[in-house]
C-alpha cells in the first residue's frame, strides 16, 4: 500500500492566507520527502525536499516541517496566491531501496480571490 | 526549449489495440521514468532507467514494455489495450538517481499523456 497518505483532498483558502498541507508517511526508513505541485493539465513540479536528518526547511515562500516522531509533515504555502491553485503532493523515498518516490495521494489547493 | 516531451498528448483508442508513448528529454539527464497517474490523481511509479538499464519494474503488467534506445529517451509500449488502462501516463527525467552521493535529485516531468481506452 502507499507509505505517505495526506490528511484532506482538498484546502480552500482565501487569496493572502497562509496555507498548510498536511502529509503522513509510515515507513521509518523513509530517507527524504519531497512536495510537488501539480497545476491543472500539467505534470508534476518539484517544489521543496527535506531530508529526514532535519526538521525544517524553507524555500521561496514555502516551509516544509518534518515531525519523525508522529511520522508527519507539512508544506507551508505563506501569503498564498491564486497561482498556488493546485494539487499538492509529497513523496518519500526510502533509505536502503531504490529511492524512487512513493507519491502519496494529492490535496487540491484552492485559493478564493 | 521542452525539458521533457512526450507524444501524443491525447490517446483514444479501443480495447485490444496496441500503442506507443514516447518520450524525449533534453537536459542531459542519466534516469527517466514513467508513472501511471489515476482518475483519483493516484501518481504510481511504472518504471525506471538509469544509463539505458532498467532498475525499477514495478508490479506492472507484462502488457507494457518500456523501451530506451538511448539515455534520451523512454517510450512506453502497450499491448492489448483494456478499459483499466485508462489514466494519464507522464516521462520524468532526473540527473541521477533520485538520491544519490548524499543529493537528491528532482525529478522533471512531462506533461501527461491522457489515454483513454473505450
Known amino acids: 500500500g502507499e507509505s505517505v497518505g495526506l490528511h484532506l483532498p482538498t484546502l480552500s483558502v482565501q487569496e493572502g492566507d497562509n496555507s498548510i498541507i498536511n502529509c503522513a508517511y509510515s515507513n521509518s526508513a523513509s530517507d527524504y520527502f519531497i512536495w510537488y505541485k501539480q497545476e491543472s493539465g500539467k505534470g508534476p513540479q518539484f517544489i521543496i525536499d527535506i531530508r529526514s536528518n532535519m526538521d525544517k526547511r524553507q524555500g521561496q515562500r514555502v516551509t516544509v516541517l518534518l515531525n519523525k516522531t508522529v511520522k508527519h509533515l507539512s508544506l507551508q504555502i505563506a501569503a498564498t496566491q491564486p497561482g498556488d491553485s493546485a494539487v499538492y503532493f509529497c513523496a518519500d523515498g526510502v533509505r536502503g531501496g531504490s529511492y524512487i518516490p512513493t507519491f502519496g495521494r494529492g490535496t487540491s489547493l484552492i485559493v478564493h480571490p | 526549449d521542452t525539458a521533457v516531451s512526450q507524444t501524443p498528448k491525447y490517446l483514444v483508442t479501443q480495447m485490444g489495440n496496441d500503442k506507443s508513448i514516447k518520450c524525449e528529454q533534453n537536459l542531459g539527464h542519466d534516469t527517466m521514468y514513467w508513472y501511471k497517474q489515476d482518475s483519483k490523481k493516484f501518481l504510481k511509479i511504472m518504471f525506471s532507467y538509469n544509463n539505458k538499464e532498467l532498475i525499477i519494474n514495478e508490479t506492472v503488467p507484462n502488457r507494457f514494455s518500456p523501451k530506451s534506445p538511448d539515455k534520451a529517451h523512454l517510450n512506453l509500449h502497450i499491448n492489448s489495450l483494456e478499459l483499466g488502462d485508462s489514466a494519464v501516463y507522464f516521462c520524468?527525467?532526473?540527473?541521477?538517481?533520485?538520491?544519490?552521493?548524499?543529493?537528491?535529485?528532482?525529478?522533471?516531468f512531462g506533461p501527461g499523456t491522457r489515454l483513454t481506452v473505450t
Open positions: 520524468a527525467s532526473s540527473q541521477d538517481l533520485p538520491v544519490f552521493a548524499g543529493k537528491v535529485y528532482e525529478q522533471y
